[in-house]
């Protein structure tokens, strides 16, 4: 299983962009999809996350102006990051909580560069 991130790239505040993660390979389907972040030197930490059916959860300073959604079709997360904030400069990464038809496994994106500029 593989995750393939894109849509990164240098914006001014206020800006938008918009993250996609596809995941290809053998698998029986995929439960949980996410985008991680982490800057220099921190911890990553979770931004936000979308369940199977739906359900979504976001890191609070994100709330309002990030959407998270997914398209099973395509196996694909996106992230829509709205009014961007400097403090949003991060590495950001996909996740998949991936049925291989054994057990359940974590993977991960290769991570995608985002800078907003002050």
């Known amino acids: 299983v593989q995750l393939q991130a894109s849509g990164g790239g240098l914006v001014q505040t206020g800006g938008s962009l918009r993250l996609s993660c596809e995941a290809s390979?053998?698998?029986?389907?995929?439960?949980?999809m996410g985008w991680y972040r982490q800057e220099p030197g921190k911890q990553r930490e979770l931004v936000a996350s979308?369940?199977?059916?739906?359900?979504?959860y976001y890191l609070d300073s994100v709330k309002g102006r990030f959407t998270v959604s997914r398209d099973n079709a395509k196996n694909t997360v996106y992230l829509q990051m709205n009014s961007l904030k400097p403090e949003d400069t991060a590495v950001y990464y996909c996740?998949?909580?991936?049925?291989?038809?054994?057990?359940?496994?974590?993977?991960w994106g290769q991570g995608t560069l985002v800078t907003v500029s002050s």
């Open positions: 996740n998949a909580d991936v049925d291989n038809g054994r057990h359940y496994s974590d993977y």
């Open positions: 979308i369940g199977s059916g739906g359900s979504t």
């Open positions: 390979g053998s698998f029986v389907s995929i439960n949980e």
